[in-house]
């Protein structure tokens, strides 16, 4: 099993400020996705990421991935209180795993107006 | 884009009682499907892979005859609970994969509830 550590998992910040969220794990990955949770909804696919060193930006939010594909981190600037969520990262696996995903325990953001 | 649905939202049932859950990919054919469960303040955690026309794949400590998937076209997969018991309340979710692509799409969830 390839573990992803999700941290902090709770994140309470007032609007304006920024944020980075961090995916760690001792595996590689052939892909890492991140995704966005509303209560009693299914995830939301932010952005997926392949290759190492890779940064990606999505207007206020900018993903990487690590050099080595092992980890990940997604950074909110000046966060607004719609950006309040459940954040998950989740990683496809290099061997015999095509398509399943390995979710993170997630980190819950909270931005207050 | 793609669309996932799953039927019912919500569902209220007896212990020992069978539920059946669908998922629906609504504009795209979906040769895999994944079914996860996620307990409250936890994350997803991915029960079994759905292929069309086969049996489902389960993943270590998941029941299959517990959990019955049955994937019989390229838009529908159905998970049936059965002899549901109260520990098995939680959020089920599927996701659907477009054929020749990696992406997986998310339906919103079905809520069961075992009293």
């Known amino acids: 099993t390839q573990l992803l550590e999700q941290s902090p998992q709770f994140l309470s910040i007032q609007e304006g400020e920024n944020l980075t969220v961090y995916c760690n794990s001792s595996?590689?990955?052939?892909?890492l996705q991140w995704y966005r949770q509303e209560p009693g909804e299914g995830p939301v696919l932010l952005v997926t990421?392949?290759?190492?060193?890779e940064v990606k930006k999505l207007k206020r939010l900018t993903f990487q991935f690590g050099d080595a594909r092992k980890d990940s981190s997604l950074h909110i600037t000046a966060a607004q209180p719609g950006d309040t969520g459940l954040y998950l990262c989740?990683?496809?696996?290099?061997?015999?795993?095509?398509?399943?995903?390995?979710f993170g325990a997630g980190t819950q953001v909270v931005v207050t107006p | 884009g793609a669309v996932v649905s799953q039927h019912p939202s919500r569902v209220i049932c007896k212990s020992g009682t069978s539920v059946k859950i669908e998922c629906r990919s609504l504009?795209?054919?979906?040769?895999?499907m994944f079914w996860y469960r996620q307990f409250p303040k936890q994350s997803l955690m991915l029960m079994a892979t759905?292929?069309?026309?086969?049996?489902?794949?389960?993943e270590q400590g998941v029941e299959k005859d517990k959990f019955l998937i049955n994937h019989a076209s390229l838009t529908l997969s159905t998970l049936t609970v059965t002899s549901a018991h109260p520990e098995d309340s939680s959020f089920y979710i599927c996701?659907?994969?477009?054929?020749?692509?990696?992406?997986?799409?998310f339906g919103p969830g079905t809520r069961l509830t075992v009293t």
């Open positions: 504009d795209f054919q979906a040769t895999t």
């Open positions: 595996s590689v990955f052939s892909s």
């Open positions: 759905s292929n069309e026309g086969s049996k489902a794949t389960y």
């Open positions: 990421v392949v290759t190492g060193g």
């Open positions: 996701s659907a994969m477009l054929a020749g692509e990696e992406e997986q799409y």
């Open positions: 989740a990683g496809e696996g290099t061997t015999d795993s095509w398509g399943k995903l390995q």
